[in-house]
Nanobody, 119 residues
């Protein structure tokens, strides 16, 4: 089992930056793929970005490329989401997820952290 705990959310203004963290418990975290999702108010959950255990990054919408960066520190069992030039439409609950090798699905989820971008 892997437990994921997100942190770093908050209220920021448009154009600001924010870094989310996802701390994972459990062994062999370095062999898991990890990703970030978000759910905006009144909308379906949306895939943001993922990083495989080999370090390959995959983005969701093009609007996130160049603004959002995912990284992982396997020594700390932590995944980060650096978000720059935030926009009001980035508002939502951000979730971290982890996938076992060969799973084909997201096996573990965090509880989410709220990000609000507003002037």
């Amino acid at each position: 089992q892997v437990q994921l705990v997100e942190s770093g959310g908050g209220l920021v203004q448009p154009g600001d930056s924010l870094r989310l963290s996802c701390a994972a418990s459990g062994r062999a975290f370095s062999t898991y793929g990890t990703g970030w999702f978000r759910r905006a108010p009144g909308k379906e959950r949306e895939f943001v970005v993922s990083i495989s255990w080999r370090g390959v990054t995959t983005y969701g919408a093009d609007s996130m490329k160049g603004r959002f960066t995912i990284s992982r520190d396997n020594a700390k069992n932590t995944v980060y989401l650096q978000m720059n030039n935030l926009k009001p439409e980035d508002t939502g609950v951000y979730y971290c997820a982890a996938s076992r090798i060969g799973s084909g699905s997201w096996d573990f989820w965090g509880q989410g952290t709220q990000v609000t971008v507003s002037s």
